[in-house]
């Protein structure tokens, strides 16, 4: 581990994975500052900030006193607004909020991507991986607002390494929830339409996975930009991978034997440089 932040802001707080973040956070001994849209009331955080992440005086608030910047605030879907309201306000929150942790001299920062940023998952026709296990060079086809939102997500942590040498690490999160819950409907969905879960890959995480995915990625001893994925490592279908990926994307190149349900998705960078593996898998721990 790096050194250990000893306050962390958590951008988004009241969504179910900042939720889970805080829990997290609150486990490890760690004090957070919360920021959202919204007080939720009774929240993890020993210090709650009303306000948007787009607001640069809301966040240098919110800043005050943070070592490290846990960053989920956003618009989950482009079809929760208009299209230019999903895209500008969500690059926005991105930006202002590594600005604001550059310039107040924060050394660590983990963004919130998506796997929706291929571009499969909301395009108004059936798109296809050029090649599976899909890894973070794949190249992208984004189609819709969220998605491009997303690169530019990555981009700008990217440029904020650059301008500041801030650590930045950009994990693209599948679909997320928890296994005994939202997780357990959308398997039981995706076995009676398996074709409904083609656009995602038949991949998910449990959002406690997914917050130990953000704590490392600002406690682990890296330095620089990164890009990655992060999933379970069997898909939520019950039916061979090899056989749904011919059935469904039967055009993308093999480049990798997927044996059972292993999910298309090339996982060894969060193994590699986060030391993060699934706990929390349908079916029991990996």
């Not at 179910?16 to 973040?21: D, E, H, S």
């Not at 009774?42 to 948007?52: H, K």
């Not at 929150?93 to 983990?110: D, K, M, S, Y």
């Not at 998605?147 to 997500?153: F, I, T, V, Y």
């Amino acid at each position: 581990m790096a050194d250990r932040p000893r306050r962390v802001l958590v951008t988004g707080a009241a969504g179910g994975l900042g939720r889970a973040v805080l829990s997290l956070l609150a486990a490890e001994e760690v004090a957070v500052t919360a920021l959202d849209l919204r007080d939720p009331g009774e929240i993890r955080a020993d210090r709650m900030v009303v306000g948007t992440a787009c607001d640069p005086g809301v966040v240098r608030d919110a800043l005050d006193g943070v070592e490290a910047v846990i960053h989920l605030a956003a618009t989950p879907a482009p079809v929760l607004g208009p299209a230019e309201e999903v895209f500008s306000m969500n690059a926005r929150a991105t930006f202002v909020v590594l600005e604001e942790a550059g310039q107040a001299g924060i050394g660590r920062a983990a963004v919130a991507s998506s796997l929706s940023i291929l571009g499969l998952a909301w395009a108004t026709r059936p798109l296809h991986p050029a090649y599976v296990p899909v890894d973070e060079r794949l190249p992208l086809q984004i189609e819709d607002p969220y998605a491009l939102s997303k690169q530019a997500d990555e981009a700008t942590a990217g440029m904020m390494t650059r301008r500041f040498g801030m650590t930045t690490v950009a994990l693209r999160f599948p679909r997320l929830g928890e296994v005994e819950g939202k997780l357990r409907r959308t398997e039981e969905e995706w076995a009676g339409d398996p074709a409904a879960g083609a656009r995602e890959l038949w991949a998910y995480l449990d959002v406690r996975d997914a917050a130990r995915a953000a704590w490392l990625a600002v406690t682990r001893p890296v330095h620089g930009h990164h890009v990655v994925s992060v999933a379970a490592p069997t898909t939520l279908s019950a039916a061979p991978t090899e056989e749904l990926l011919s059935r469904f994307h039967p055009g993308s190149e093999r480049r990798g034997a997927l044996p059972g349900r292993t999910v298309p998705i090339d996982l060894s960078a969060a193994e590699r440089l986060l030391g993060f593996t699934a706990q929390h898998t349908r079916g029991g721990a990996s």
